[in-house]
T-cell receptor, first 115, second 112 residues
Framework: KAGVTQTPRYLIKTRGQQVTLSCSPI?????VSWYQQTPGQGLQFLFE???????NKGNFPGRFSGRQFSNSRSEMNVSTLELGDSALYLC??????????????FGPGTRLTVT | SQKIEQNSEALNIQEGKTATLTCNYT??????LQWYRQDPGRGPVFLLL?????KEKRKERLKVTFDTTLKQSLFHITASQPADSATYLC???????????FGSGTQLTVLP
């Protein structure tokens, strides 16, 4: 079974721009969660989608948004990029909803650099 | 405020010994606790999940304990190997929260 894939793997953007990241979960998984990882703050939960609905959201500003499609693929969007948004963005999929209760399968991440 | 602390940022041990990593938490009543391994440049890999009503879980050379009185989880790797060198993350969630909160991780190095 193919693992979680994320595209692109690396991205360089300028402050003020917007960016869209994509995640394809493991086949059959309907839950997709997004995380931001930085050296200073570690791994932080952004949001979780299940069956095209956002089930839970972390403590991030409204500039961070996401969506899930009927095939369970998910995208996250960051508008008006700030330097502090530079991070590794990780997507994780799970068979069932409720990221806390089930093992999650992480993708390799998208390394976003904002200049 | 809620806090998760993992013992020392870095831990070095000799090959063949048992590595013990600690995850302490405050102001949480976690229903689930998970451990992940992360290698440089890669996403975390799930290792073990333990529920609040379970004291111990094992998987091959791995063992995790969960003490809700001490508010602590211990993660053990027996007969450690250089290939076990990685950063290990604990993550937990309360029964009402649907999101996982991760600790900052412990970087384990197993010396040959």
């Amino acid at each position: 079974k193919a693992g979680v894939t994320q595209t692109p793997r690396y991205l360089i953007k300028t402050r003020g721009q917007q960016v869209t990241l994509s995640c394809s979960p493991i086949s059959g998984h309907r839950s997709v969660s997004w995380y931001q990882q930085t050296p200073g703050q570690g791994l932080q939960f952004l949001f979780e989608y299940f069956s095209e609905t956002q089930r839970n959201k972390g403590n991030f500003p409204g500039r961070f948004s996401g969506r899930q499609f009927s095939n369970s693929r998910s995208e996250m969007n960051v508008s008006t990029l700030e330097l502090g948004d530079s991070a590794l963005y990780l997507c994780a999929s799970s068979f069932q909803a409720g990221a806390s209760a089930y093992e999650q399968y992480f993708g390799p991440g998208t390394r976003l650099t904002v200049t | 405020s809620q806090k998760i602390e993992q013992n020392s940022e870095a831990l070095n041990i000799q090959e063949g010994k048992t590595a013990t990593l600690t995850c302490n938490y405050t102001n949480y009543s976690p229903a689930y606790l998970q451990w992940y391994r992360q290698d440089p440049g890669r996403g975390p890999v799930f290792l073990l999940l333990i529920r609040e009503n379970e004291k111990e879980k094992r998987k091959e050379r791995l063992k995790v304990t969960f003490d809700t009185t001490l508010k602590q989880s211990l993660f053990h790797i027996t007969a450690s190997q250089p290939a076990d060198s990685a950063t290990y993350l604990c993550a937990l969630a309360s029964g009402s929260a649907r999101q996982l909160t991760f600790g900052s991780g412990t970087q384990l190095t197993v010396l040959p």
